[in-house]
Nanobody, 125 residues
Framework: QVQLVESGGGLVQAGDSLRLSCAAS????????MGWFRQAPGKEREFVAG????????TYAEFVKGRFTISRDNAKNTVSLEMNSLKPEDTAVYFC??????????????????WGQGTQVSVSS
């Protein structure tokens, strides 16, 4: 069982940066693949970025490549999402998720077993 709590969201202007953090409970954090998803109003939840259990592999959605960076600190049970050059279309609730399958980095919601409550990111033009 893993409990996830996101933080770091807020209201920023286009071009600004934000760093989201996700704190995980439990002693087995390093065994989970971690991911970030987002959901904008009226839209389905979509994959943003994922990182392998060791942190050695990452994958990103095309629309954030070169702007967002996912990282993790297994000693501190945290995963972060550094977001640069934010755009109004990045406005959404951002969710942290954990997947106990370590072989691949999932990009679908159904592949993740545990979810945080989300943190709002709003980008004004």
């Amino acid at each position: 069982q893993v409990q996830l709590v996101e933080s770091g969201g807020g209201l920023v202007q286009a071009g600004d940066s934000l760093r989201l953090s996700c704190a995980a409970s439990g002693r087995t954090f390093s065994r989970y693949t971690m991911g970030w998803f987002r959901q904008a109003p009226g839209k389905e939840r979509e994959f943003v970025a994922g990182i392998s259990y060791s942190g050695g592999r990452t994958t990103y959605a095309e629309f954030v490549k070169g702007r967002f960076t996912i990282s993790r600190d297994n000693a501190k049970n945290t995963v972060s999402l550094e977001m640069n050059s934010l755009k109004p279309e990045d406005t959404a609730v951002y969710f942290c998720a954990a997947d106990n399958t370590i072989l691949v980095i999932g990009v679908r919601e159904i592949e993740y077993d545990y979810w945080g409550q989300g943190t709002q990111v709003s980008v004004s033009s």
